[in-house]
């Protein structure tokens, strides 16, 4: 994800590095804490396949404990996403400023590749997301055995399968909220059994319980977006 303070830079810890700065770029998987400093955060989670990750990478001017940070365009970055969240955007316009942002020049990251057997687990993952398909089964469809997949997919999108599931169960609930859905429902409709279900793993994954993100989000000055 990226992540641009809007108020005054970031406080970050990651694999002994304390980092401040107003950007940051973090690889999937990367521990590590993050004090906003009082500062409104914007969090952009990118492509799960890297391709955004790929184009910002040069972009950022340092690379401390696995956080890549200091953005090219940072100021005039700041200044759009304060702009975007004191409005009320609606998605396409967000869209489109994202792609300005992520690819302004339209052109492919260099040495970047999609391995197709990869993609086509994300979208058997994503078709149904309440769904907990075997690992075997999806190496089934992609004609890989369990432990290829299993690297192949670390490798490529950089989590495990299990714990891109989660993630992706995150996001559908979080897009569910953003379009108005409240977050029990959002909740349900993603595949999560119960409220201690959910919890168990926003905490995990976000270190904070969903209700500090979700639940009331408006009222906690929280704007999300979602395409």
């Not at 300005?100 to 997301?129: T, Y």
């Not at 075997?136 to 599931?165: D, H, N, T």
């Not at 169960?169 to 909740?187: C, H, I, K, P, Y």
């Not at 905490?203 to 979602?226: D, E, N, T, W, Y």
Request: net charge neutral.
């Amino acid at each position: 994800m990226l992540l641009v303070g809007l108020d005054g830079p970031l406080q970050l810890q990651s694999a002994g590095a304390a980092i401040c700065s107003h950007s940051a770029l973090l690889p999937a998987g990367l521990e590590l804490e993050v004090d906003s400093q009082n500062s409104r955060v914007a969090i952009c989670y990118l492509d799960v396949f890297g391709e955004d990750f790929a184009l910002l990478a040069p972009r950022m001017a340092h690379i401390q404990g696995g956080v890549l940070h200091g953005l090219d365009s940072e100021t005039a970055s700041i200044e759009r996403f304060d702009q975007l969240h004191r409005q009320c955007a609606d998605p396409e316009q967000i869209q489109a400023w994202m792609e300005e942002l992520i690819n302004p020049h339209q052109c492919a990251p260099a040495g970047f590749a999609l391995d197709s057997r990869i993609v086509r687990v994300v979208e058997l993952i994503k078709a149904d997301v309440a769904c907990n398909q075997s690992i075997a089964y999806l190496a089934e469809q992609v004609g890989l055995s369990v432990p290829r997949l299993s690297q192949l997919f670390r490798q490529k999108i950089g989590i495990p399968i299990r714990r891109y599931r989660q993630w992706h169960r995150l996001f559908v609930t979080t897009v569910g909220v953003a379009r108005g859905m409240t977050l029990t429902d959002a909740a349900m409709v993603a595949g999560f059994t119960d409220s201690a279900h959910l919890t168990h793993t926003f905490r995990s994954i976000m270190g904070l319980k969903p209700s500090a993100v979700l639940a009331h989000a408006q009222a906690q000055r929280i704007r999300l977006f979602a395409a």
